[in-house]
């Protein structure tokens, strides 16, 4: 049986294309406010240690502003612990960062970096803060985010969505069986990161995942049809795939 599959909206890429000039247009917290509208169950923003994108200001305003759950991707740093206990959201999505990377460029290592991870995990739990960690489909790095005591895992789709053919099915049965394997034990499984109206029926498709969290392409085809109309096709693609 299914569980129902939310969709979280990243509205990283608004204050990417705000950011190119400076100034506050087009302010990635109205396109939260739209996103919402539209059918989005929760909203995520990626605050890098660089603020390529989202700012510290932003995130304060998403926490005054959204009524629905707002999902705080983060570096496994101190002055990010430090910035997500100050604001509490609903979630915080821990995520690996190379400062030179165009964009996240794989999973977590949560095996190899579980002591550095440790306090972290144990620190925005304490607060009240689901912790979840964004990892590639591994059996490994779930067993790293049970012993972690991680509620949830959220599955890097970005192979997946950049291979084709009989790899990208390779892709896809890993991450149908990490998703088993991680909702037997007790883990909320999430999956993103390059999803698109042509690759996300699949992914929407393994019966445990509980959340799917999409940007780039969203805002992207927000150019071409509006973004209320690219986050109302993108959830009748994931409730017509489940
Ligand atoms: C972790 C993740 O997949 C998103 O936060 C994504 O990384 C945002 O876009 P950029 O990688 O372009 O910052
Ligand atoms: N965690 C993945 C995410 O938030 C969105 O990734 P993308 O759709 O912008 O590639």
Do not use: W
């Not at 299914?2 to 294309?17: C, E, F, K, M």
């Not at 049970?146 to 969505?161: D, S």
């Not at 509980?210 to 392409?217: M, P, V």
Request: net charge negative.
């Amino acid at each position: 049986m299914s569980t129902p599959l939310r969709l979280g909206v990243n509205i990283d890429h608004v204050a990417t294309i705000r950011n190119a000039r400076g100034g506050t247009h087009p302010d990635p917290v109205k396109a939260a406010l739209l996103s919402v509208k539209a059918g989005a169950d929760g909203i995520t923003a990626h605050l890098r240690e660089d603020r390529r994108h989202i700012r510290d200001e932003d995130i304060a305003m998403l926490m005054a502003s959204l009524d629905v759950p707002l999902n705080l991707e983060m570096a496994a740093t101190q002055e990010m612990l430090e910035i997500a206990l100050r604001h509490k959201p609903h979630a915080a999505c821990i995520v690996p960062e190379k400062r030179e990377e165009r964009t996240t460029e794989g999973g977590l290592d949560a095996a190899g970096q579980f002591d550095a991870l440790r306090p972290i995990v144990s620190a925005l739990g304490e607060a009240g803060i689901r912790v979840s960690l964004f990892i590639e489909a591994d059996a490994a790095q779930i067993e790293a985010a049970m012993k972690l005591g991680a509620p949830v895992v959220e599955f890097h789709t970005g192979a997946y969505a950049h291979l084709d053919g009989s790899a990208r099915a390779a892709e896809l049965r890993r991450i149908a069986d990490a998703a088993a394997l991680a909702a037997k034990n007790g883990i909320e499984p999430h999956a993103g990161h390059g999803l698109t109206f042509d690759n996300v029926a699949p992914v929407a498709a393994i019966p445990q995942i509980a959340e799917l969290n999409i940007g780039h392409f969203l805002i992207g085809e927000a150019i071409f049809g509006g973004l209320e109309a690219s986050i109302r096709e993108m959830r009748r693609q994931m409730d017509l795939a489940r």
